[in-house]
C-alpha cells in the first residue's frame, strides 16, 4: 500500500541533543513537509521541499534541519537550539494531480 | 496575511444530534480549503476539499461542508453524529498556485455523548 511512513512513533530526547525524525513515502509525489503540532495552536510548518535537492523554511525552521537527497526521504533534524522541541511532528507529502496533502502517522518527541 | 480561525476549541454533542463546527478564513483571494480529522495520536484524514465550483461539497463519513464567499467561511456539518465521530478537526487553506503550503487553524475537538 502506498503511504507516508515516520518513525519511530515515539523519541525521547535528553537537553542538548540533536536527533532526526524519519520520514518516507512512496506515493511518488514531489513535495514533501514537516509539522509541528502542539495542543491548541493547529499545526504549523517547520520546512518543505518541492523538489529533490532543494528545500525552503517554513514559519518556525528556526532549530530545525532538513535534508532532501531522495525523493522518497524528508528527514527532519531536531538541534539543541531547538528551545521547546516536546512536540508531535508529522509529515506529509502533496499530491498535485488531486491537490491533496496525505500525512504519517507522526512522531512524538519528548524532551527528558 | 493569510490565516484561518476555527472559533470552537471544543464542542460536545449528543450522539445522533446534528454537527456544524466553524472555520473563517483571511486570504486575498479564494484558496483552497480543506476539512482534515486526526484521531488521538493519529496523523490527519482528509474529509473534504473546496476548489471551485458547487459551494456545498460532499465529503467522507457522511460530512459536508460549504463556501460562503461573502461570509470567508467553510463550515463542517454532519446530520447525525456518531460515537466513532469524536477527534478533532482542523480546518485548512492552501494558496492557489498548487504548492501544498497549507495554513491550519487551532482544531476543534468534538466529544460526542452516549
Known amino acids: 500500500d502506498g503511504g507516508i511512513t515516520q518513525s519511530p512513533k515515539y523519541l525521547f530526547r535528553k537537553e542538548g541533543q540533536n536527533v532526526t525524525l524519519s520520514c518516507e513515502q512512496n506515493?511518488?509525489?514531489?513535495?514533501m513537509y514537516w509539522y509541528r503540532q502542539d495542543p491548541g495552536q493547529g499545526l504549523r510548518l517547520i520546512y518543505y521541499?518541492?523538489?529533490?535537492?532543494?528545500?525552503q523554511k517554513g514559519d518556525i525552521a528556526e532549530g530545525y534541519s532538513v535534508s532532501r537527497e531522495k525523493k522518497e526521504s524528508f528527514p527532519l533534524t531536531v538541534t539543541s537550539a531547538q528551545k521547546n522541541p516536546t512536540a508531535f511532528y508529522l509529515c506529509a507529502s502533496w499530491d498535485r494531480a488531486d491537490t491533496e496533502a496525505f500525512f504519517g502517522q507522526g512522531t512524538r518527541l519528548t524532551v527528558v | 496575511a493569510q490565516s484561518v480561525t476555527q472559533p470552537d476549541i471544543h464542542i460536545t454533542v449528543s450522539e445522533g444530534a446534528s454537527l456544524e463546527l466553524r472555520c473563517n478564513y483571511s486570504y486575498g483571494a479564494t484558496p483552497y480549503l480543506f476539512w482534515y480529522v486526526q484521531s488521538p495520536g493519529q496523523g490527519l484524514q482528509l474529509l473534504l476539499k473546496?476548489?471551485?465550483?458547487?459551494?456545498l461539497v460532499q465529503g467522507i463519513k457522511g460530512f459536508e461542508a460549504e463556501f460562503k464567499r461573502s461570509q470567508s467561511s467553510f463550515n463542517l456539518r454532519k446530520p447525525s453524529v456518531h460515537w466513532s465521530d469524536a477527534a478533532e478537526y482542523f480546518c485548512?487553506?492552501?494558496?492557489?498556485?498548487?504548492?501544498?503550503?497549507?495554513?491550519f487553524g487551532q482544531g476543534t475537538t468534538l466529544q460526542v455523548k452516549p
Open positions: 473546496y476548489f471551485s465550483g458547487d459551494t
Open positions: 521541499s518541492q523538489i529533490v535537492n532543494d528545500f
Open positions: 485548512a487553506v492552501g494558496a492557489r498556485g498548487n504548492t501544498g503550503k497549507l495554513i
Open positions: 506515493l511518488n509525489h514531489d513535495a
